[in-house]
């Protein structure tokens, strides 16, 4: 089911290459839901009134976040804001589906939400995700996490669990 979907996936990504999506096609993505890439930490506080700071854990290393929940093409979701050096430099979407509902149905929601907002153009498929790289700055990676029942390597209880997540980063144009 998981390469059927993928299959899918790509499919839609060579169609819509095809016929087009957007009449002309996003170049740069400069951040995401009013957070721009390289604002200050108070710079952000501002953008939501509902975003909380918290200490998340991120290989190995606490990090000072914006955290808030949201709705993002019709799934529900938590958005981690992440700094470096003080400046935003990514933005996590997480759609965390650990008590189950990581289906087909929400990796599809959410890749044909950003098929519609971004194009083709720019995407490629890597492994478990779509990779969006804009000539003129910011890349957009979705991942697939979710256990399927063709993953026989998990327990049968784990069927339908995992995270789906869209990361929004600071990049160099090409």
């Not at 096609?25 to 509902?50: C, E, L």
């Not at 969006?132 to 026989?152: A, H, K, S, V, Y």
Request: glycine fraction near 10%; charge should be neutral; hydrophobic fraction near 40%.
């Amino acid at each position: 089911m998981k390469i059927i979907l993928l299959v899918g996936i790509l499919f839609s990504i060579f169609f819509n290459g095809i016929c087009g999506i957007a009449e002309e096609p996003i170049r740069k993505v400069d951040g995401w839901g009013g957070y721009k890439f390289g604002i200050s930490m108070n710079q952000a506080t501002a953008v939501r009134k509902d975003a909380k700071w918290e200490e998340i854990e991120y290989s190995s290393e606490k990090e000072k976040c914006l955290v808030f929940d949201t709705t993002v093409h019709g799934e529900k979701g938590k958005v981690v804001v992440r700094f470096e050096n003080g400046k935003l430099f990514r933005i996590h979407i997480n759609f965390d589906r650990f008590k189950g509902g990581c289906d087909e149905k929400l990796t599809k929601t959410v890749s044909e939400g950003l098929i519609s907002l971004y194009g083709t153009k720019y995407a490629k498929s890597e492994n478990r995700k779509i990779v969006w790289r804009f000539p003129q700055g910011g890349l957009i990676e979705l991942t697939n996490f979710c256990i399927m029942e063709q993953d026989t390597d998990f327990k049968r209880d784990a069927i339908g669990t995992g995270i789906v997540f869209v990361i929004y980063e600071y990049s160099e144009g090409f």
